[in-house]
């Protein structure tokens, strides 16, 4: 199926969803994530208006900017290992990973400019998972002022792998809960205002409790 068409099924959804919530659609932005698919598929979700792209690895980031053509905002949604920061920091607009002091402190060091960061939390503090558990969230917010180059912009988690509804609510209702209490805190570096949650499987609940970024990839640009 072409982008367009996986596009407009997409979209309508989103519309469905944001209707029956009271929502705007602009309140979503629908992140394309490219990391599967050729420089030709992401560029047809370029052409179709999609602005926002997701690379999880370096390698991929460059060479999907590299050969895309078009207004484009670039996101980096996976886990970042310190000694790629260098490379990667100043060629994005969000990273969706933060996760840890010493990436906070390399990141610091090495952009030339404010990074829009999310942390990432891993709400249901599954063993595998990367992110801080959400008692840990608060006090590495505020540790992360030390570092003027962190602007926290929001929150993000990836659910667990699982398509019940109820879990994945869950999820995606904490992490907006903890959102709304670092928001409220007015920090000066944690603007925390964003909530970036849903992917292919689950956007639609995420938009529900109140995502403000989606990060699509099969449903979207998948072959
Ligand atoms: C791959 C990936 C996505 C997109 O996954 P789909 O299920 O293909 O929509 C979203 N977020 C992260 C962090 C990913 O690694």
Avoid at 48 to 76: P, S, T
Avoid at 212 to 219: L, N, Y
């Amino acid at each position: 199926m072409k982008v367009s068409e996986k596009w407009d099924k997409v979209y309508n959804n989103i519309r469905n969803v944001c209707e029956r919530t009271n929502r705007k659609t602009q309140e979503v932005n629908v992140v394309a994530v490219t990391k599967y698919v050729t420089n030709e598929r992401a560029q047809e979700g370029v052409d179709v208006g999609l602005v926002h792209l997701g690379e999880n690895r370096y390698e991929g980031l460059i060479e999907k900017q590299k050969n895309i053509i078009g207004e484009a905002k670039w996101h980096f949604i996976g886990t970042l290992q310190s000694r790629k920061v260098k490379d990667v920091i100043d060629h994005i607009d969000y990273l969706h990973s933060l996760d840890r002091l010493s990436l906070a402190k390399e990141i610091n060091k090495r952009a030339q400019k404010k990074v829009n960061c999310f942390v990432q939390v891993n709400v249901s503090d599954e063993e595998q998972k990367h992110g801080l558990s959400p008692q840990k969230v608060f006090n590495f917010i505020e540790q992360v002022s030390n570092y003027d180059k962190i602007n926290v912009v929001g929150l993000m988690t990836m659910a667990p792998n699982t398509s019940d509804e109820v879990v994945l609510r869950q999820c995606f209702r904490d992490l907006a809960h903890l959102r709304n209490e670092i928001h409220k805190h007015g920090f000066l570096h944690a603007p925390c205002t964003e909530l970036s949650m849903g992917m292919s499987n689950d956007y639609e609940i995420a938009i529900e409790e109140g995502a403000t970024f989606v990060r699509i990839g099969s449903a979207l640009v998948g072959e």
